[in-house]
């Protein structure tokens, strides 16, 4: 026996069959849970019809409901044509909640009482979202983690942005093996040199970001953006930052002929004689030029530029007597502190380092609150998983703490890293504000 339910009066009808149901004056087989929300009593008042079921006269003047499977069985009908389609969107799916038709003599049962119309449906609203967000706040961190477990699949490159033989080449190639070992997959060195290591930079910028190339660059990262007019790359908005490897103190030297034994005696010299002492650097905008700079303006004096290409051609010519000071990386210049062959007179960051512990710092012997730490750090493109990036930092993060690979990183002058990424993107806010503003003022355009 097939029962179904009065639109008019919510009264249960038994009938024997659908040509009945077709005979009864409401002409109803089921109601939408809608029926006294405003949308529907206009469908129903206007009588316009939303579809008939096969075979009968009957028709069904509601529109915006879904015959369930459960409910075409009940009614003997596998399909039915229905222009649901006119019903606005959020109403379209909705399976019938007040009404449940029942075969074999169970009776139709009304749900929904006690909510009706508007408050009824914005109650099954929230229920869902709350369920939707409940569902999202399960699975996402499990795949979060799946992601990151995962990761890598395939073979890594390291894109560094210099020449085979710098501080980042080196570093690479003492870490990349440690994570080769941790990972199951090969880490690839590429060197990208050029440009001030714009090449290298574009290259992983317009990568996928999936965590298969990293970018091993330097602190020229943060002030190229100010040194050329025009960069393939947004800093640093298409770069997702991981961690620093290593610090790189720079070392103020002096050729021995120079009449100064500190910092103090070296910025006297210079007021006594300005434009007479010259300096050398890597190239106009590299770090040792940034560095040179950034001490002029500190302490008032005017020295004259000697551009070299490279660090290498720079250091010599400090050794050989042709121009009076430097700075350069504690690596490369300590084989010739030690030889008396150049004379260090203060390094550039806050505190002394381990590989010239007799060295004082600059700004403890003549100009306080002087400070350019170099440094050398692991990005990934913009977009790339937030698992992914931890997971190389985090890995990354334990190499730097091995003991064999501190003592390789000292030998060459440096400081291991290890910040989070985190602390990493503040940090590279802070370089791009500092040297921003020094290259705007001093007028630094790379050439």
């Keep these: 026996m097939l029962s179904t339910v009065c639109i008019a009066t919510n009264e249960i009808a038994p009938t024997s069959s659908a040509a009945a149901i077709a005979s009864m004056n409401e002409k109803v087989v089921m109601r939408c849970d809608r029926l006294a929300c405003s949308h529907c009593r206009r469908w129903r008042d206007a009588g316009l019809t939303g579809g008939s079921l096969p075979g009968t006269a009957l028709s069904i003047p509601i529109p915006c409901y879904v015959l369930s499977a459960r409910v075409l069985r009940a009614i003997g009908y596998r399909k039915v044509a229905l222009r649901w389609k006119q019903c606005p969107l959020p109403y379209r799916r909705r399976e019938s909640q007040a009404v449940r038709v029942a075969t074999r003599g169970r009776e139709a049962r009304y749900h929904g009482a006690g909510r009706t119309g508007e408050e009824g449906c914005g109650m099954k609203r929230l229920r869902y979202r709350k369920a939707v967000l409940l569902l999202v706040a399960l699975i996402v961190p499990a795949w979060s983690s799946l992601g990151a477990a995962e990761y890598p699949t395939r073979p890594v490159r390291f894109v560094v942005a210099s020449s085979p033989g710098g ?184 505190r002394r380092t381990p590989a010239l512990p007799e060295v004082p710092t600059i700004a403890e012997t003549g100009l306080a609150g002087f400070q350019v730490d170099g440094w050398y750090a692991l990005l990934a493109p913009a977009k790339t998983p937030k698992p992914v990036i931890d997971r190389i930092y985090r890995d990354t993060a334990a190499v730097l703490k091995q003991p064999d690979i501190i003592a390789r990183i000292e030998a060459v002058g440096l400081e291991p890293g290890g910040i989070t990424p985190q602390e990493f993107s503040r940090y590279i806010a802070a370089e791009l504000r500092k040297w921003g503003t020094l290259i705007r003022e001093a007028g630094i355009k790379a050439e």
Excluded: C
């Excluded at 602190?219 to 050329?228: D, E, R």
């Excluded at 120079?258 to 910025?267: E, M, Q």
């Excluded at 050398?280 to 070299?308: C, D, N, Q, W």
């Excluded at 290409?309 to 430097?326: C, E, F, M, S």
């Design 167 to 350: 501080a980042l080449d080196v570093l690479a190639r003492l870490v990349g093996p440690k994570l080769t070992e941790k990972w199951g997959q090969p880490v690839v060195v590429d060197n990208r040199a050029g440009a001030g290591g714009v090449i290298g930079t574009e290259m992983v910028a317009t990568a996928q970001p999936d965590g298969y190339n990293v970018l091993v660059i330097a602190q020229g990262f943060t002030a190229n953006p100010f040194l050329y007019r025009k960069l393939p790359y947004r800093t640093p908005e298409d770069f997702a930052p991981i961690t620093i490897l290593a610090y790189g103190p720079n070392v103020l030297v002096v050729h021995p002929s120079v009449k100064a034994g500190s910092v103090r005696d070296l910025i006297a010299l210079a007021k006594q004689q300005p434009g007479k002492l010259n300096y050398a650097t890597s190239g106009v905008g590299a770090a040792s030029h940034l560095a040179i700079e950034m001490f002029k303006r500190m302490a008032g004096v005017e020295m004259v530029h000697i551009p070299y290409k490279g660090a290498g051609a720079a250091t010599a010519a400090v050794v050989a007597g042709q121009v009076d000071l430097l700075f350069t990386s504690t690596g490369a210049a300590m084989p010739h502190i030690k030889a008396g062959r150049l004379k260090a007179l203060g390094v550039t960051t806050a």
